[in-house]
């Protein structure tokens, strides 16, 4: 999945909290923001940006604006894989939640992305979400027949390689000692030390503290998504 679409680079705001709002001009971003995703427009999934680009459409954000999505996902970058919202529960957007969903499936989204856990919400976006059809529908079968199934992954191979990494970088003093590994760091592939999570878990409270511990591992499946076929990849 590439995300932000089409840039949150130049947001001065959380997203999460209120709605990003960039005046930079469509030209700039075009030749700056816009590129790397324009590398990267073959991508079977993609997510969209809670952020208004003032030059392109000064009244809503991207993952509500028809002019966004036509002229710039799918035109300027040339993105036709399937592309889901960002989470409709985020502060950013405003109205009801069935009016959220509905003004992300005018501008063009394929798919609704809801994460806040509150089922009166998930009913109220469920019920207006419509069952993926057409278009829409051929992307998202696109996208499920692209991915793969991962290859086997030589753990203990990958923690020898991450320790030398770590030994020739000097940043083994990085880690606590009474970590297993170089100093742990051979762990934060396995999450036997949990020291990656821990400190971004503590790093993003710090920073963002309103934010639910359990936000990014609550997200549902939306009902327009048809169950895939027993031939394609679990």
């Known amino acids: 999945v590439i995300k932000h679409v089409p840039g949150h680079g130049r947001a001065r705001s959380d997203s999460h909290m209120e709605l990003p709002v960039v005046d930079t001009p469509r030209e700039e971003l ?19 940006a809670h952020v208004v680009y003032t030059d392109i459409d000064p009244t809503s954000p991207a993952t509500t604006s028809k002019k966004v999505i036509d002229e ?29 969903a509905r003004a992300s499936i005018a501008a063009g989204c394929d798919l609704i992305l809801h994460c806040n856990r509150n089922m009166e919400h998930m009913r109220e976006v469920a019920d207006a979400t419509p069952m993926l ?3 829409a529908l051929a992307r998202c079968e696109r996208a499920l027949e692209a991915l793969q199934r991962p290859k086997p992954f030589a753990v203990a191979q990958a923690q020898s390689r991450l320790d030398a990494s770590v030994t020739r970088s000097g940043l083994a003093a990085c880690f606590p000692s009474s970590a297993p590994g170089v100093a ?8 036997r030390s949990g ?7 503590a790093s993003h409270r710090d920073r963002f503290p309103r934010w639910p511990r ?14 895939p076929a027993s031939s394609r990849p679990g």
């Open 184 to 191: 742990g760091a051979g762990s934060i592939l396995t999450g």
């Open 214 to 227: 359990s936000r990014a591992r609550n997200c549902h499946r939306p009902r327009s998504f048809p169950p």
């Open 195 to 201: 020291i990656t999570s821990a400190w971004c878990s």
């Open 30 to 48: 075009e030749r700056t923001d816009f590129v790397p995703f324009r590398a990267l427009a073959r991508a079977p999934f993609a997510m969209t």
């Open 72 to 100: 710039i996902v799918r035109g300027f970058i040339g993105f036709d894989g399937a592309l889901m919202t960002d989470d409709l529960s985020m502060r950013a957007l405003k109205g009801t939640y069935a009016e959220r």
């Open 133 to 135: 059809s057409g278009k």
